[in-house]
């Protein structure tokens, strides 16, 4: 590779979490329930919404790209993680790297753009329930997806190429368990002014505007629902919007932490722990979020199990 333009390494070592030895079987145990709950929590989901009919609304279809989209991101850190908990060598290479930290992000910034389109659903449901489904058509919801992921997928590329150009002369150690931006700045022995300020003006705007989004939303369902005559209306309207409220909390915190601040900033054990919510905890979390108190989710699997028992017995 030519010198100035381009990296000097073809790989980087994850040094990941500084355990002793006998705790990295306890690290291991961890992470792969932490994986299992969230592929069988999110694909529970999935499922549910794509068997039961009731479940065939703007909502929940929003609800099924969320949980698949948990999936995929989780799947970009973890398994990577399994593997090189028990290898002395824990190795990436330098394109797998990069190609890591693309669709880390493409995921990551996904779920906040879907969160702020559930939050306008929301407000539709509740201020407009006659023009609802009309206004929420299939044909609304597919390009919603589908032109969100088309801009965090070129907001994505552009940090990823931007990341990749500089230089990794120095070491090729990252102190931590995946290819993400802070610590690949800290690593690099070139000037990252740039990227810090593409990091700390696109990224912001990515990241506050489905924050004003569900702000603004939020708003004027608070509004709408103080307009309501009856407390058992209000109270109704408010409880289709706990689970969400409460995703929005769990997204936005440890990801403004992350990326919203100087590179010199970084901090190995906080950023560790950080990283672990927001890339694998919440992806976790999502499926109890949505279904613990929501009455159609559960009936719907009360319903899927019904069946299944049923054929099963035949």
């Known amino acids: 590779m030519e010198k100035g333009n381009h990296s000097t390494v073809s790989e980087f070592i994850l040094l990941g979490f500084s355990e002793p030895p006998e705790h990295t079987i306890i690290l291991f145990v961890v992470f792969l329930l932490m994986y299992l709950v969230t592929l069988v929590g999110n694909g529970t989901i999935i499922f549910v919404i794509r068997v039961d009919t009731q479940l065939h609304t703007p909502m929940y279809f929003f609800l099924s790209i969320l949980s698949f989209v948990d999936i995929c991101l989780t799947t970009c850190t973890v398994p990577k993680l399994l593997a090189n908990i028990f290898l002395e060598r824990k190795s990436i290479t330098f394109h797998g790297c ?8 493409s995921f990551g910034n996904m779920t906040g753009f879907l969160l ?8 539709l449901a509740i201020s407009k329930p006659l023009h609802y489904n009309m206004v929420m058509s299939k044909g609304v919801r597919v390009r919603l997806v589908a032109g969100s992921w088309v801009v965090v997928s070129l907001h994505s590329a552009a ?138 989710v559960k009936g719907a699997l009360a319903r899927a199990l019904r069946k299944r028992t049923i054929f099963w017995r035949k």
């Open 159 to 296: 940090h990823s190429v931007m990341a990749a150009r500089l230089s990794y002369c120095a070491s090729n150690e990252i102190r931590h368990y995946f290819c993400d931006l802070p610590p690949l700045f800290k690593l690099s022995c070139s000037d990252t002014f740039p990227n810090e300020i593409l990091l700390l003006t696109e990224t912001t705007l990515f990241l506050l505007s489905p924050c004003l989004c569900i702000t603004i939303s939020y708003i004027l369902i608070i509004v709408t629902i103080c307009r309501m005559p009856s407390t058992e209306g209000r109270f109704k309207a408010f409880s289709t919007c706990s689970a969400h409220l409460t995703a929005v909390t769990l997204n936005y915190g440890p990801v403004l932490y992350t990326y919203i601040r100087p590179a010199s900033a970084y901090s190995l054990q906080k950023d560790l722990i950080i990283s672990v919510l927001y890339s694998v905890g919440n992806s976790m979390l999502n499926p109890f979020v949505y279904s613990i108190r929501n009455k159609e």
């Open 98 to 105: 990069f190609l890591q930290l693309h669709f880390f992000l």
């Open 116 to 123: 702020a389109i559930m939050a306008v659903d929301r407000y």
